[in-house]
Each structure stands twice: as structure tokens, then as C-alpha cells.
């Protein structure tokens, strides 16, 4: 028998839960619907979205021949032997093509279509998971509407979840009662995917029906015993492992501690150590930097430990460079430093280095030995000369930011540096 999620599959737009920014009233694929006129199109977003559901009403919609592939198991065959149906007496009105899993087609794959999508003989409507700037020939992007979905919220999830019980409850004659806490905790677990929570509550069906043909009362511990644990939407390679180190990083450089600790509790729940590590050590020059020059020696010896006792003991150092980054004192001054200099040798012509500042060995050196001045013989082991090449040398690439640290330096050379007074 076929699995709940596909027996209740919706059949028009109002049956649908979520994705009200694309669906809903007037907005763009509920006035595409209406005009029965579909151009090619690629979804994208979470599993268990409704990007499926959608492109079967499109299909029906558009009167157009209905073909399905899925990208896992499509070979150039397949798509030779729809496209070789154009013309047909079943294709007057066109093709409609649908590739789910769009992403595991090869390059060759995509292209194969790309001249009949060109013509108007098959209309595409691609599903992925993955970024389609990345996983997605860049020839059939120009040629396509992109389309988002988001993950469903749990009150999306609690309203397909009823409607697939209220369903169930017909075909089975049965009556299956349960707590708004259950509904909601099922919910949760799924983690914005409503096939995943369709699953669990028709396991618990399956499962329980063989003791009361009747009547199955869906409490908390079938709940949890069937839904095991939630999974966390994590790609190590895809948008949302990026999103996670994003999401990481500017809750620490926005110093909310608690953002911080849930980011990395993310994290360490997809398993991979080394990007975090990385991305703390980067976080530690570049947000907190010459604030707290000493953040980094400490977050290297965290990290360093993290890596050397692996999972599950890993996340205690971990958190310790977290909470310590997240509550340090911030400072941008050297990230900006570099990249402003870096800039410069991309843009203009910074000219020559001085003289009196090349090798000791080299030839310009010797002819200019007596012109560099060693600020170790003078006071405070500064002497006023110029360093900057003289096409630049009223730059100004470092600035000391606003924290106790750097202004104390200033403080320092601003004093050493004054020039005496006349």
C-alpha cells in the first residue's frame, strides 16, 4: 500500500499547509494556477515542503501531458523517450516535465532538454534541496522562475497532521483521539518536514490498530516511541551547514551568548568538528581581535582540545571558546586593516617600497645605508621616518577601535609619537 503522505497528497491549493508566500491569495503560484499558464520553474527548499504536491496541481492545471522523473534514477533514456512523444496526439498542448531530485542529474542531463524547453515543447518544473546556484546548470537557471519554499512551521505541520487522522479515520472506520500536546510534540520532532511527521503518526496506526480495531488513542509515549529523536536539517556540503556557521558567527559578534551556545549546539549536532574549530578561529581575529588580543590563544587551545577528544567530549571546549567569544569585548579594526591594504594593491598603483627600507644586503640598501634610521638608538625605540611607499604615504589603513585595549595603545604612541613643541 502506498505510504500515508502520498494517499492524502493534496489535489488543489486549499487542501495545502504552509507556504502562504507562494500560494496564498494573489500571490505568484496561486495567480499562475489561474491563468493555466505554467512556465519552467525550479523549487527548492527543505523535504516535506510540499514542492511535489505543488507541481502535480500546476501539472493539472496547465492541460498539459504529465510526466514524472526523479533525478536518482533518470537516465538520458528516459528523457530521450519523452522528449521523442512531442507532436503526438496525447502532447497537442504541450509537455510538462517534472524532475524531482533535479540536483543529481548530470550537466549532460540538463542540457539534453535545454532546446525543447527553449521552443516551448516541454514545460520544466524541477524540485531540489540544494542550492541551485551551485547544483543547477546555469543555462536552465536563466531559462526558469526559482521558487522558494520554507520549512513548515508546527502549526502547518498540526493542521496536516489532523486532516491526514480525520482521513485516516474514514478509510479505516476507526476513531483516533489525542492530546493538542501530542499533535505538537510530533510536530516539533519533524523539524519542518510534514512527510516526516505523516510518517510517525501513521507508524503509530499501523502499529497500534492490531489491538483495537476500533479505537486508538494517540498519548505521549506512542509519540515519543515512534518518532525516536529529531533529526536536525544539517548538509555538511549544502546551504543550511553554511547557514549554521552564519548563524554561529553573528550571534557571537552580536555578543548574545545564549544565540551563540544554541548555534553551536546546532552545529555539534551534524558531528562535523572541523568547521566549527575553523570558524571559531576566525571569529576570534576578526570580531574580537586587538579588543582581546588574547582570545585567540585561548580559542586555539579549545579548539585544539576539542579536536583531540573528539565527540561527545568535544563540546565542553567548544562552548568555553563560545561563551568567551560571544562575551568578549569587540573590535573589527585589524579585519578592516587587511582588507582596506589588500584593496589597494587590486586598485591603484601603491608605487615603490622606500629605500632606506630594502634588505640589508641588496644594492638600493647600500646606497642608502646612512638614510634608515634604527629606532632602537633613540628614545622609547622610536624615531620618526617614513615607512610607506610615497604614493601612499598618507594612508591610513588601521584604526584603533573603540575598546579599552586598542585605546590604550594610542594612548601609548600618541605620546611617544607627539612631535615637541617650538
Given at each position: 500500500?502506498?505510504?500515508l503522505?502520498?494517499?492524502i497528497?493534496?489535489?488543489?491549493l486549499?487542501e495545502?499547509?504552509g507556504q502562504?508566500?507562494?500560494?496564498g ?11 493555466g ?5 525550479i523549487?527548492?527548499?527543505p523535504?516535506?515542503?510540499?514542492k511535489?504536491?505543488v ?17 536518482t534514477?533518470t ?6 523517450n ?20 533535479l ?13 525543447y524547453?527553449?521552443?516551448?515543447d516541454?514545460t520544466l518544473?524541477?524540485?531540489t ?8 546548470f546555469?543555462a536552465?537557471?536563466?531559462r526558469?522562475?526559482?521558487?522558494e519554499?520554507?520549512a513548515?512551521h ?15 479515520e474514514k478509510?479505516l472506520?476507526?476513531k ?9 510534540y ?12 505523516l ?14 480495531s476500533?479505537?486508538?488513542n ?16 544539517y ?5 543550511n551547514?553554511?547557514n ?5 558567527q ?16 546546532r552545529?555539534?549536532k ?5 568547521p566549527?574549530c575553523r ?6 581575529s ?6 582581546y588580543p588574547q582570545?585567540i ?31 568578549s ?10 582588507d582596506?591594504a589588500?584593496?589597494?594593491?587590486d586598485?591603484?598603483d ?29 628614545p ?11 604614493n ?8 584603533y577601535?573603540?575598546?579599552?585595549f ?17
Amino acid at each position: 500500500m502506498r505510504p500515508l503522505a502520498d494517499r492524502i497528497r493534496p489535489v488543489d491549493l486549499d487542501e495545502i499547509v504552509g507556504q502562504d508566500h507562494i500560494i496564498g491569495k494573489d500571490k505568484l503560484l496561486n495567480r499562475i494556477i489561474k491563468s493555466g499558464k505554467v512556465p519552467n520553474m525550479i523549487f527548492f527548499g527543505p523535504s516535506g515542503t510540499g514542492k511535489t504536491t505543488v507541481a502535480g496541481i500546476m501539472a493539472k492545471a496547465s492541460d498539459k501531458k504529465f510526466f514524472k522523473l526523479n533525478g536518482t534514477s533518470t537516465n538520458i533514456d528516459d528523457i530521450k523517450n519523452i522528449i521523442s512523444q512531442i507532436g503526438t496526439f496525447g502532447t497537442m498542448n504541450g509537455i510538462l516535465l517534472y524532475i524531482d531530485e533535479l540536483h543529481y542529474l548530470t550537466k549532460r542531463h540538463q542540457q539534453s532538454i535545454l532546446e525543447y524547453i527553449e521552443n516551448g515543447d516541454v514545460t520544466l518544473i524541477g524540485s531540489t534541496t540544494e542550492n541551485v546556484n551551485f547544483s543547477i546548470f546555469n543555462a536552465l537557471l536563466s531559462r526558469s522562475t526559482v521558487i522558494e519554499f520554507k520549512a513548515l512551521h508546527s502549526d502547518d505541520i498540526i493542521k496536516g497532521l489532523k486532516r491526514a487522522i480525520s482521513l485516516e479515520e474514514k478509510r479505516l472506520n476507526i476513531k483516533v483521539t489525542y492530546g493538542n500536546d501530542v499533535l505538537n510534540y510530533i510536530a516539533e520532532v519533524a523539524g519542518g518536514d510534514l512527510r516526516r511527521a505523516l510518517n510517525t503518526t501513521e507508524l503509530i496506526i499501523n502499529t497500534y490498530i492490531i489491538y483495537n480495531s476500533d479505537k486508538i488513542n494517540i498519548d505521549m509515549e506512542k509519540a515519543i516511541e515512534c518518532s525516536q529523536s529529531k533529526i536536525i536539517n544539517y548538509d555538511r556540503n549544502g546551504d543550511n551547514h553554511y547557514n549554521m556557521l552564519s548563524f554561529l558567527q553573528k550571534s557571537i559578534r552580536g555578543s548574545d551568548e545564549q544565540a551563540s551556545i544554541h548555534a553551536l549546539a546546532r552545529l555539534i549536532k551534524g558531528g562535523n568538528l572541523a568547521p566549527i574549530c575553523r570558524r571559531l578561529l576566525v571569529i576570534a581575529s576578526e570580531d574580537i581581535g586587538l579588543a582581546y588580543p588574547q582570545a585567540i590563544s585561548i580559542v586555539k587551545a579549545c579548539t585544539d582540545s576539542a579536536l583531540q577528544l573528539g565527540l561527545p567530549e568535544a563540546r565542553i571546549p567548544l562552548a568555553q571558546a563560545t561563551i568567551l567569544l560571544a562575551s568578549s569585548p569587540k573590535s573589527n579594526s585589524v579585519y578592516k586593516a587587511i582588507d582596506a591594504a589588500l584593496a589597494d594593491l587590486d586598485k591603484i598603483d601603491v608605487g615603490q617600497i622606500p629605500i632606506h627600507l630594502c634588505d640589508a644586503h641588496s644594492n638600493s640598501f647600500a646606497k642608502n645605508r646612512e638614510a634608515y634610521l634604527y629606532p632602537h638608538d633613540y628614545p622609547n625605540n622610536y624615531v620618526e621616518q617614513q615607512y610607506m611607499p610615497e604614493n601612499i604615504k598618507h594612508k591610513v589603513y588601521y584604526k584603533y577601535g573603540n575598546n579599552k585595549f586598542e585605546q590604550s595603545i594610542k594612548s601609548y604612541w600618541d605620546k611617544v609619537k607627539q612631535k615637541p613643541k617650538k
